[in-house]
């Protein structure tokens, strides 16, 4: 099958050959597969990634050195299955699943793996516990965008959020866009939005953001206080700090950089007792100043993935259109077009969510 490999800090189109299912697995056809920013950050730090899974005992496990396909935001076409299924979807079926195998003695992560070649490659073997059918004529790009979208609502989940907050999402990539949403079909708001590049301030706009801001212009702190705090409230008195005086509505922060610095930056700037949800995969090692939050009583919850329920009731609320994820897709490109996709984002201006077929 062609598919594109990352080998040696390339990203090259290959034929390679094609999986084959085993117990409980299903052979699939990629329809459409997103490119996530943690693969980016897995193909430019690889080696520190895989170590801290390790030491964190996480089992994402490959040889980047045998070659890997990444991939694991995708829609797919069912074509055959292997020995001891049940067989319930007919071959030809579209279907979404999240993207681990279960094997007797360890778990797959499929696109994180050299056995389970992701969605970057013409042909995938998933769990066919995992599969579930995508409702009605939902395009396949859209449907592709469970997976982040999913990763969005279940950070809004970890949140615990009671209406009544302010949420400030710190980067407007395709996760932080994906918050706006989540947040925005939940009915919290005002929503404020932050990030340096005009073109994705512009979709931030288009998935419903309330307060749009250049931080390179305006603290989007500022703007938070704009909009939910007292006009005689001062944030960094000793007031504030000791939670004496005027009270401001609760800040909720989702960082969704990924980057080193920013969950400092933060603490840093932050208001006093803010909670802080880190969504945005950092893969390098980052430092912090605990007496900062532990003096303004910061509370940090960091997010990851989504149970199986959030990922199903995303698809089939993506399908019932009651998240419109659209616009998150900013291009579509074959699979020779994703090392340049790639180089692109790295430095996004315009782009968000580019999205891969095989047509």
Same mark, same amino acid.
């Given at each position: 099958?062609?598919?594109?490999?990352?080998?040696?800090?390339?990203?090259? %189109?290959?034929?390679?050959?094609?999986?084959?299912? =085993?117990? $409980? !697995?299903?052979? #699939?056809?990629?329809?459409?597969?997103? +490119?996530?920013?943690?693969?980016?950050?897995?193909?430019?730090?690889?080696?520190?990634?895989?170590?801290?899974?390790?030491?964190?005992?996480?089992?994402?496990?490959?040889?980047?050195?045998?070659?890997?396909?990444?991939?694991?935001?995708?829609?797919?076409?069912?074509?055959?299955?292997?020995?001891?299924?049940?067989?319930?979807?007919?071959?030809?079926?579209?279907?979404?699943?999240?993207?681990?195998?279960?094997?007797?003695?360890?778990?797959?992560? %499929?696109?994180?793996?050299?056995?389970?070649?992701? =969605?970057? $490659? !013409?042909?995938? #073997?998933?769990?066919?516990?995992?599969? +579930?059918?995508?409702?009605?004529?939902?395009?396949?790009?859209?449907?592709?965008?469970?997976?982040?979208?999913?990763?969005?609502?279940?950070?809004?989940?970890?949140?615990?959020?009671?209406?009544?907050?302010?949420?400030?999402?710190?980067?407007?990539?395709?996760?932080?866009?994906?918050?706006?949403?989540?947040?925005?079909?939940?009915?919290?708001?005002?929503?404020?939005?932050?990030?340096?590049?005009?073109?994705?301030?512009?979709?931030?706009?288009?998935?419903?953001?309330?307060?749009?801001?250049?931080?390179?212009?305006?603290?989007?702190?500022?703007?938070?206080?704009?909009?939910?705090?007292?006009?005689?409230?001062?944030?960094?008195?000793?007031?504030?700090?000791?939670?004496?005086?005027?009270?401001?509505?609760?800040?909720?922060?989702?960082?969704?950089?990924?980057?080193?610095?920013?969950?400092?930056?933060?603490?840093?700037?932050?208001?006093?007792?803010?909670?802080?949800?880190?969504?945005?995969?950092?893969?390098?090692?980052?430092?912090?100043?605990?007496?900062?939050?532990?003096?303004?009583?910061?509370?940090?919850?960091?997010?990851?993935?989504?149970?199986?329920?959030?990922?199903?009731?995303?698809?089939?609320?993506?399908?019932?259109?009651?998240?419109?994820?659209?616009?998150?897709?900013?291009?579509?490109?074959?699979?020779?077009?994703?090392?340049?996709?790639?180089?692109?984002?790295?430095?996004?201006?315009?782009?968000?969510?580019?999205?891969?077929?095989?047509?």
């Amino acid at each position: 099958m062609k598919a594109v490999v990352m080998r040696n800090e390339s990203l090259q %189109v290959e034929q390679v050959r094609d999986p084959e299912p =085993g117990p $409980g !697995e299903v052979l #699939v056809r990629t329809l459409a597969c997103g +490119i996530c920013g943690s693969d980016l950050h897995m193909y430019k730090h690889c080696d520190h990634a895989l170590e801290s899974f390790k030491r964190g005992n996480i089992p994402i496990s490959f040889d980047p050195a045998k070659g890997v396909v990444f991939g694991h935001e995708y829609c797919a076409e069912i074509l055959d299955y292997g020995p001891g299924t049940e067989r319930k979807l007919q071959p030809g079926t579209r279907v979404c699943s999240i993207p681990l195998v279960f094997k007797p003695d360890t778990l797959e992560s %499929v696109g994180y793996s050299n056995s389970y070649p992701g =969605g970057y $490659g !013409e042909r995938m #073997v998933l769990s066919e516990m995992m599969l +579930i059918p995508v409702p009605g004529d939902l395009p396949s790009n859209i449907a592709a965008l469970t997976e982040p979208m999913a990763i969005a609502v279940h950070a809004v989940g970890r949140a615990q959020l009671q209406g009544d907050e302010v949420p400030m999402v710190i980067g407007c990539g395709p996760i932080g866009l994906a918050m706006i949403l989540a947040l925005k079909a939940r009915g919290i708001g005002p929503v404020i939005a932050s990030d340096f590049s005009a073109g994705r301030r512009a979709l931030a706009e288009k998935m419903g953001a309330d307060i749009v801001v250049d931080p390179a212009a305006r603290s989007p702190y500022q703007s938070w206080l704009d909009v939910a705090a007292p006009r005689d409230y001062d944030m960094n008195s000793p007031l504030a700090i000791m939670g004496l005086g005027p009270a401001p509505k609760p800040c909720v922060i989702f960082e969704c950089v990924g980057v080193p610095g920013i969950i400092q930056q933060v603490l840093a700037s932050a208001p006093p007792r803010s909670r802080l949800i880190v969504v945005g995969v950092c893969m390098q090692a980052d430092t912090i100043e605990p007496l900062i939050g532990i003096s303004k009583e910061m509370n940090v919850h960091f997010a990851y993935a989504y149970s199986a329920e959030e990922f199903c009731q995303t698809l089939t609320d993506l399908a019932e259109g009651k998240l419109d994820a659209s616009p998150i897709i900013t291009s579509v490109v074959q699979p020779e077009g994703v090392s340049q996709a790639f180089e692109t984002l790295a430095k996004p201006e315009d782009e968000a969510k580019i999205m891969i077929n095989f047509d």
